[in-house]
């Protein structure tokens, strides 16, 4: 079951589901933020109103990378819990089948923001804007691009997200 979201700036909150989740994606959104010139510049975005609840989601993100490259690469990513426990996220990037990157992180409250590894981003984003690719190596250094995050408790995985990119209109697919 595919779930085509379209992008929208705000927040909203979580809604209960029929079956009650140990922890729910709420909110994701990816931008690059220009303090400057006073500019946001979306690159995707989903809302918990369109987020189904299941263990194990994939997400087709296409990313509108329009002519902004300019500013800082931001993102949000919310998610939510019954109760208050320690959350662990680990990140793992991978190019083209290699791991590149994994990253933990570990929280503890009932409304949780991990960071979206806004550093690899950052330098990912910067070899287009210094010229080192053009559109096309960009397209498909995005498309190659995976990222698997997993969220654990108590030595039980509660949510796992799995990212697929590509160059879009700035939606995000959700299939489990």
Not at 48 to 56: K, L, Q, Y
Not at 133 to 139: K, S, T
Request: charge should be negative.
């Amino acid at each position: 079951m595919a779930t085509k979201i379209n992008t929208q700036v705000g927040y909203a909150p979580c809604y209960p589901t029929p079956i009650e989740p140990e922890l729910e994606l709420c909110y994701f959104f990816l931008y690059l933020d220009n303090p400057k010139l006073k500019q946001r510049h979306s690159l995707c975005s989903l809302q918990d109103e369109a987020i189904p609840f299941h263990p194990i989601l994939h997400l087709q993100v296409n990313m509108d990378l329009g002519l902004h490259f300019d500013g800082e690469f931001k993102q949000i990513l919310l998610l939510k819990q019954p109760q208050a426990q320690a959350v662990t996220l680990r990140t793992s990037v991978y190019s083209f089948d290699n791991k590149i990157l994994q990253v933990k992180e570990t929280l503890c409250s009932e409304s949780l923001q991990f960071q979206f590894i806004p550093d690899f981003f950052e330098t990912f984003f910067a070899s287009y804007t210094q010229g080192l690719l053009d559109i096309q190596d960009l397209a498909m250094a995005l498309k190659n691009l995976r990222i698997t995050q997993e969220f654990t408790a108590k030595n039980r995985t509660l949510l796992v997200l799995k990212y697929q990119f590509q160059i879009g209109d700035g939606t995000v697919v959700v299939d489990f």
